[in-house]
């Protein structure tokens, strides 16, 4: 039976702050863990520490809990380590566990869509090192742009385009800075992955400038939940339940856990630096883009990963 945060936690720390619940004593090894995570969310690393400990003495058999002492550990002893800081990390992470099917079938639903065209020019948005763009491309596809503020990832995707004889031009910026001086259109432009970067402030103003410049626009994204608040028990449940299976998936890999997954799941709790995705359920995707101006749009589930099910999204400007 899945456990649930106490709620009078929650209360507690909306009412009076952290240091009301400071001396709680967590009753299951989730309260000690959502305890280590307002903890974190306030800066005190030292009780964060304290309180996920607990959660290991608690749950034994957690592997989330031990990678979040031994994560926390790290961050007392040398600060906190940004989840895109390794480019190692981030690549065993998507070439392993759960990534490899979700990204076949993502590969599989691009290419079916390429061989509808002859001789296309695409614009791929966040391409990273084309894990995902370069396995789905075929013969269809004539030229491709590609927009990756990564040097290191864009170094390697160069590398490989020019080993296949792609013809191709890069563009080592992110999708603000590419939009400042591109007036170009395109009869598709894809974005795996890369459009929850952009925040709830500027989202629309950039699907806004995309609509302008292509015909068609494919986005795959996951449909996650809506939550209450950053750090209510629902979204702490949430993240706590997925993250232990995605753990599970690299428990052999310490460089994923310690280099990419728990670096990125205290981000969601971070208040002391800016957040690094705006993910959102795909509901409001849609409802964005035809804000944006698109006119017809469908979606279409491909994997059910372990963080949320992954939908890819196909808006048309007919």
């Known amino acids: 039976m899945q456990q649930h ?27 000690a863990f959502y305890l280590s995570i307002l903890a974190y969310s306030d800066g005190n690393l030292a009780q964060a520490y304290t309180f996920a400990e607990h959660a290991v003495q608690k749950d034994s058999k ?6 979040a002492t ?7 002893q040398h600060g906190t380590h940004h989840a895109y800081t390794s480019p190692a990390g981030f690549e065993a992470f998507i070439r392993g ?4 099917l979700l990204y076949k079938e993502l590969r599989a639903s691009l290419r079916q869509i390429y061989h509808a065209y002859t001789d296309l020019h695409l614009l791929d948005i966040g391409t990273g090192d084309g894990e995902t763009l370069l396995p789905a491309l075929s013969d269809t596809i004539g030229h491709v742009d590609v927009v990756e503020p990564s040097t290191a990832m864009l170094t390697k995707l160069e590398h490989e385009l020019q080993l296949r004889n792609i013809t ?4 080592h910026q992110t999708l603000q800075d590419f939009t400042k001086k591109t007036h170009q259109h395109w009869p598709l432009i894809q974005a795996t992955f890369s459009l929850q ?23 795959a994204e996951f449909d996650v939940p809506v939550f209450s608040a950053p ?41 002391s630096t800016a957040r690094m995705n705006y993910e959102q359920p795909i509901q409001q995707w849609v409802a964005d883009l035809k804000t944006a101006g698109f006119i017809t749009i469908t979606t279409k589930p491909f994997y059910q990963y372990w963080w949320a099910d992954a939908y890819l999204i196909d808006a048309n400007n007919r």
């Open 62 to 67: 957690s592997l989330l809990y031990r990678e």
């Open 97 to 100: 566990g759960g990534h490899i």
């Open 231 to 271: 750090l209510a028990p629902d979204r702490v449940e949430y993240v706590a339940n997925a993250f232990e299976t995605g753990v599970a998936e690299y428990q052999d890999d310490d460089l994923v856990a310690q280099e990419f997954l728990l670096p990125m799941m205290f981000s969601y709790f971070d208040r």
């Open 5 to 31: 945060i106490d709620q009078t936690i929650w209360g507690n720390y909306q009412t009076d702050g952290f240091e009301t619940i400071s001396t709680h004593t967590p009753r299951t090894a989730l309260d």
């Open 197 to 219: 970067s952009l925040s709830d402030d500027e989202r629309l103003q950039w699907l806004r400038w995309l609509q302008a410049h292509t015909d068609r626009l494919l986005i």
């Open 70 to 76: 031994t994560y926390l550990t790290r961050v007392i």
């Open 168 to 171: 191709y031009r890069a563009y």
